[in-house]
């Protein structure tokens, strides 16, 4: 017959082997479980506040020298362990606006190592970078950058 003592035991272990799997913790020992369930709260914690930011601080559309208000394309940009995750989006078609934001990626030092576009009647960019060893972007920067070539695109197109 088991005891009380074992059988909680056995739901206490049960129960580390589900959050060890949950996030994805390599330890053994129950301390380690938890101080790495913990970690893991607060990147998820961090996430938050990065999406909450990215939220409130979406860009705003400019105007043209008609000062008529243009629907700028959206940007997004996630910091990933070893890269970036560039998300772009226009309700409306960008003829060359890829070759923009490519050409500034790559003179951040982030190599496309996947990307996902669609360039029909909308404009849609999700491009997954990973930056060179030496190279020390945040996502603010690259966010900018991003910025500035779709102001570049907007100013060529203008004058073309």
């Known amino acids: 017959m088991v005891s009380r003592e074992q059988k909680r035991a056995s739901v206490l272990h049960e ?3 589900l959050l060890r799997s949950i996030t994805k913790s390599h330890a053994l020992s129950e301390s380690s479980i938890i101080v790495d369930a913990s970690k893991y709260i607060q990147e998820l914690k961090h996430k938050v506040e990065r999406l909450n930011e990215d939220i409130t601080t979406t860009t705003t559309p400019q105007t043209n020298s ?7 394309p959206q940007i997004e940009v996630e910091t ?5 995750l560039v998300n772009v989006y226009s309700e ?5 606006l890829l070759v ?3 050409q500034v990626l790559e003179d951040l030092g982030l ?3 996947e990307a996902r576009v669609s360039c029909t009647d909308t404009f849609r960019l999700q491009a997954f970078g990973g930056e060179d060893e030496e190279a020390m972007i945040n996502a603010q920067v690259v966010t900018e950058a991003v ?6 695109w907007n100013e060529s197109k203008e004058q073309g």
């Open 92 to 96: 409306r078609s960008c003829p060359g």
């Open 15 to 17: 129960k580390l082997q």
């Open 66 to 72: 008609n000062n008529k208000t243009s629907s700028w």
């Open 80 to 84: 990933l362990e070893k890269g970036f």
């Open 147 to 152: 910025f500035e070539a779709i102001k570049n």
């Open 100 to 102: 923009s934001i490519l």
């Open 111 to 113: 190599n496309v190592l």
